[in-house]
């Protein structure tokens, strides 16, 4: 065979190569944040390939992506973020993917949004929904409806079916935190938190927002000392037994407030907003919700 005849065929089969890696490329959907990746990845199943770009225990406020995570973003059949606001690191590589054409999905514009009533972010959308699982349920509804609409060549009855199967487990979670928040007498369901992220789990479950140490919707903000001062009278005059704090995140601030407020108050880890690494109590969306219920039930009772 002569060396032009080899170098052909080489050429050849880096060309199908190539077409092979751009056909998956092209049916990649991309997440931004684990908590909705998670989602994503029930409803998908293994109908389509599913990449997420926050690690776990990441801060989704603050989490960046790296050079080759930007570029894939444009390569992507799908972009999914969960949106109004979350991920402030990322928003606008996912607008730059969008005005070139890409197909993207934010999730909480489809979830009948609450808004913030305190704090530095009062007015604005809060984007922290998954503390709801009947929100939960509306995110899998429109993800199943983009992805059968937006991947070429997806077997539309496995994402339908996978999606029923999730929705199931959504409900049963939402009973079964119903049934356990239920065991929490009405004057002790208060909240404080490392900052507003429990808005919706409140306006579900019957819980009233005390306030929070970071009065911000974001974990990039940072109290002042009046801020601290003002949750320090709440908490004395609600007598909360206990500050939730995010499990990834320093307690620093939350014990400096405990102190200063002068009671007896305990410090709770919750997984508040992002997964945690396999194997862990966290790992899943599911895992999350349930570890965080019997988290609060325990702080609070």
Known sequence: MTPRCVAGMIALVIGLISACNATESAREIIV???????VVRNVVGDAAPVRVLMQPNADPHSFALSAQEAAALSNASLIVSNGLGLEE???????????DGVATLAVGDHV???????????????PHFWTDPRRMVSAVD???????????????????????RYREQLRALDASMSVQFDGIAVDRRKLVTNHHVLGYLAERFGFHVVGAVVPSGTTLAAPSSSDLQ??????????VP????????PERLARVLAEQAGVRVRIVALYSESLSPPGTPGATYLDMMRANTGAIVDGLR
């Not at 429109?142 to 029923?164: F, H, K, L, M, S």
């Open 142 to 164: 429109v993800i199943e409806q983009t992805v059968i609409r937006e991947i070429d060549g997806i077997d539309p009855e496995t994402v339908a079916r996978n999606a029923e």
């Open 230 to 239: 003002s949750l320090v009278s709440a908490i004395e005059s609600a007598r």
């Open 89 to 99: 690191g990322v928003e606008r590589h996912v607008r730059t993917a969008a005005d």
């Open 242 to 249: 206990a500050i939730f704090v995010d499990s990834s995140q």
């Open 32 to 38: 931004t944040t684990n908590i909705v990746g998670d």
């Open 112 to 126: 009948d949004p609450i808004r913030y009533t305190q704090g530095d972010h009062a007015g604005a959308p809060d």
